[in-house]
């Protein structure tokens, strides 16, 4: 063997270890001793009694197998601002990611930048709004912030504000900096590996009207292969690889962060959409990955096109681009995980027809409208506030629920979400709702002038042109209140 | 007639003044009783404004409205029991009548609640130098039964070793953290958000 040759049969040998599946969870980053500090075997002998329920988990728990105590997770430095003393030591209630990740390395990295973990920054300019108008700011704690995370707030006296607190949201900013919560997925104090496999494990927050998964899972045969064979999902295995763990069904786990032939498992569970598919207009995106650590989600045609750039961020600050993963690269790996169970013309002719009706969602509905809106606010017939006019209101349930269900629907397969409470829903409420009040608002001509602009020239409302006579759907004149279908 | 039965030396005059001086005796003890008991009850205390601004927490606390109507006053926890004890703890409290005096502004809520920190520590060392003798006077650790399924069990193998006031701080006045967590620049920040005051005017008013 020639030297060339060797160092080529090295590389491909190298490259196949490389690429060798994650058949185990990761290796923890911690060195055994660190573990079972002393100071913490005492706290079960009180807890046991003053917590039986939340000891009991834990002494099920693989932690407690492997002797991980109560402050090995809890333990706290006295600088920390929700450091409490707490029976002659020093911890702090809230274990955040950081905390998990003194062991749990690879993940926290993962994890951290993630969409799931900036689901509470991402928003909280939109939240005030809601919250306020519809709510107070305790029904903020107990629903958006359920599953979005709170910013835990600690106060002066070492207590916790009781509005953020306590909260386990997939985003929350804790005290430490770190965002999001662990628990959030992983059920304290047992962490099971069986639970968190479970859709269940994303349905308590991916379910309803602004992410309608629970159902359209349940719905699709993915879902009706996992019912039926949930005892073959060898779910407490170790180790979880698609196609050698087990084969009867995909869950969430399955798909957006699971171990599958060549593909790595990874805690940053956005990772591989190629699509946004919650916001007004769905855009292919890719992840940027920043040489501070960060991740941001960028439009494909916004996105840079090499690493080594620097870009200006949100905050005004620049970051150098670590290296870009394209929507395509992520449809990709997506569609490996399918070739697991499926033919690759299988998962593209999938592929082929989601994207295409969420193209047709947003060119037939999310853009004439969200056009239609920004033209209404430059022209000042709406006020900045939001959700104070009905057509606002309108807006928002057309992309933000319809418009949703039926992008998800096209992705997962339920066919009842993606006709009657997709597309059909999306239907009745543009013609129906959005077009009419936008006459009642804007009154006759300036509706015809937007209407004709945006919609009759717009060849996915054709239909419209079509009509014998003027369609009843758009009779409703400024000032008269009555309007029907 | 006296002689006969005594000695020598307990002349009449002697009689007369060990009578007299047990009887002055007797009524400086029952004086004192009565002072330490006057000068423990909230009404003597809350003669200062000062204490008026610690009491308001404790009236909304359970130790002053539990459902049996047993009420701990000021001196119940705060001052010793058996009259030496209970003399010497006034006589020592008379430091912070001193400081009440001549010392900060204590009247001045904004003054009171940067300091509070400071004389909370104190007190719970105080409790723990005593082993929680106030705390027992009322509270036996083998009667404590809650209301949950373990607490006496929990009183009797866990708290074994420990005293009241290790695990129960934080019950009755202002919730101040303990020493060992306790940050002053997160206090000040609090303070001076609950009062409206301008960052580092906290600090200011500590310097005076």
């Given at each position: 063997m020639t030297p060339n040759r060797r160092s080529l049969t090295y590389s491909v040998a190298l490259f196949f270890l490389l690429s060798v599946p994650l058949v185990q969870a990761e290796k923890v980053t911690l060195?055994?001793?660190?573990?079972?500090?002393?100071?913490?075997?005492?706290?079960?002998?009180?807890?046991?009694?003053?917590?039986?329920?939340?000891?009991?988990?834990?002494?099920?728990?693989?932690?407690?197998?492997n002797k991980v105590n109560c402050l090995d997770c809890h333990q706290a430095k006295k600088e920390e601002e929700d450091a409490i003393e707490h029976e002659g030591a020093i911890i702090s209630v809230i274990v955040s990611p950081k905390d998990c990740g003194r062991c749990h390395g690879k993940e926290f990295e993962q994890q951290q930048g993630s969409k799931h973990s900036q689901a509470m920054s991402s928003i909280t300019a939109r939240m005030p709004h809601l919250a306020k108008q519809m709510g107070d700011n305790s029904t903020l704690l107990l629903s958006c912030a359920k599953c979005h995370g709170s910013k835990v707030e600690v106060n002066g006296d070492g207590t916790i504000n009781p509005l953020t607190w306590p909260n386990n949201g997939i985003g929350r900013i804790n005290p430490d900096g770190s965002l999001g919560s662990c628990s959030a997925c992983h059920g304290r104090h047992q962490f099971s590996k069986q639970q968190a496999r479970q859709p269940e494990a994303c349905t308590h927050c991916h379910h309803g009207t602004d992410s309608p998964d629970k159902d359209i899972y349940a719905n699709s045969k993915h879902g009706m292969m996992y019912q039926g064979f949930k005892s073959k999902m060898n779910l407490d295995s170790d180790n979880w690889v698609a196609g050698q763990d087990y084969y009867a069904a995909p869950t969430c786990v399955t798909c957006h962060m699971g171990a599958a032939g060549k593909i790595k498992s990874s805690h940053d569970v956005g990772m591989r959409d190629s699509w946004n598919l919650n916001r007004p207009i769905s855009k292919k995106q890719s992840?940027?990955?920043?040489?501070?650590?960060?991740?941001?989600?960028?439009?494909?045609?916004?996105?840079?096109?090499?690493?080594?750039?620097?870009?200006?961020?949100?905050?005004?600050?620049?970051?150098?681009?670590?290296?870009?993963?394209?929507?395509?690269?992520?449809?990709?790996?997506?569609?490996?995980?399918?070739?697991?169970?499926?033919?690759?013309?299988?998962?593209?002719?999938?592929?082929?027809?989601?994207?295409?009706?969420?193209?047709?969602?947003?060119?037939?509905?999310?853009?004439?409208?969200?056009?239609?809106?920004?033209?209404?606010?430059?022209?000042?017939?709406?006020?900045?506030?939001?959700?104070?006019?009905?057509?606002?209101?309108?807006?928002?349930?057309?992309?933000?629920?319809?418009?949703?269900?039926?992008?998800?629907?096209?992705?997962?397969?339920?066919?009842?979400?993606?006709w009657w409470e997709g597309i059909f829903s999306l239907g009745t409420n543009f013609y129906g709702k959005f077009l009419p009040q936008l006459k009642q608002l804007a009154g006759k001509e300036k509706a015809e002038q937007l209407i004709t602009e945006h919609v009759k020239e717009n060849d996915n409302h054709l239909w419209f042109n079509n009509l014998n006579k003027e369609s009843k759907l758009l009779g409703v004149e400024k000032g008269n209140d009555e309007y029907d279908f | 007639m006296i002689s006969k039965w005594l000695p020598d030396f307990i002349t009449?005059?002697?009689?007369?003044?060990?009578?007299?001086?047990?009887?002055?005796?007797?009524?400086?003890?029952?004086?004192?009783?009565?002072?330490?008991?006057?000068?423990?009850?909230?009404?003597?205390?809350?003669?200062?404004?000062?204490?008026?601004?610690?009491?308001?927490?404790?009236?909304?606390?359970?130790?002053?409205?539990?459902?049996?109507?047993?009420?701990?006053?000021?001196?119940?926890?705060?001052?010793?029991?058996?009259?030496?004890?209970?003399?010497?703890?006034?006589f020592l409290g008379t430091k912070d009548l001193i400081k009440q005096l001549f010392g900060p502004n204590y009247d001045d809520p904004v003054v009171n609640a940067l300091h509070l920190p400071e004389a909370a520590f104190a007190a719970r060392q105080w409790f723990k130098n005593k082993d929680s003798a106030t705390c027992k006077r009322c509270h036996v650790k083998e009667a404590i039964n809650g209301d949950r399924a373990n607490t006496l069990k929990i009183h009797q193998d866990d708290a074994k070793n420990k005293t009241c006031i290790e695990c129960h701080y934080n019950l009755v006045h202002r919730k101040v953290p303990d020493e060992k967590v306790f940050k002053r620049d997160k206090w000040n920040q609090m303070i001076e958000k609950e009062f409206s005051l301008k960052a580092g005017d906290a600090e200011a008013i500590l310097n005076k």
């Open positions: 060195e055994t001793s660190n573990w079972g500090l002393e100071g913490g075997k005492a706290c079960v002998s009180c807890h046991e009694k003053s917590s039986a329920g939340l000891t009991m988990q834990w002494q099920n728990s693989a932690h407690a197998k992840l940027v990955i920043l040489d501070n650590g960060n991740k941001i989600e960028v439009a494909d045609d916004e996105a840079p096109s090499r690493r080594g750039e620097s870009i200006e961020l949100a905050d005004g600050t620049t970051a150098k681009v670590k290296a870009i993963a394209s929507s395509k690269r992520r449809r990709q790996v997506m569609s490996n995980v399918c070739q697991e169970c499926h033919s690759k013309m299988f998962a593209k002719s999938h592929f082929n027809n989601m994207d295409a009706q969420i193209e047709l969602y947003n060119d037939k509905y999310g853009l004439p409208a969200q056009q239609i809106m920004a033209q209404l606010y430059e022209d000042k017939l709406l006020t900045p506030m939001p959700f104070d006019e009905t057509i606002e209101v309108t807006f928002w349930e057309l992309w933000h629920n319809e418009g949703t269900r039926f992008r998800h629907a096209a992705a997962m397969g339920d066919k009842s979400a993606a | 009449r005059h002697v009689l007369f003044a060990l009578i007299i001086g047990s009887i002055v005796g007797m009524g400086f003890v029952l004086f004192l009783i009565e002072f330490d008991h006057f000068t423990s009850s909230e009404e003597f205390c809350t003669t200062c404004h000062s204490m008026e601004i610690v009491a308001e927490p404790y009236r909304q606390s359970v130790h002053y409205n539990p459902s049996s109507g047993v009420r701990a006053s000021c001196g119940d926890c705060h001052v010793s029991e058996g009259v030496l004890s209970a003399t010497w703890d006034h």
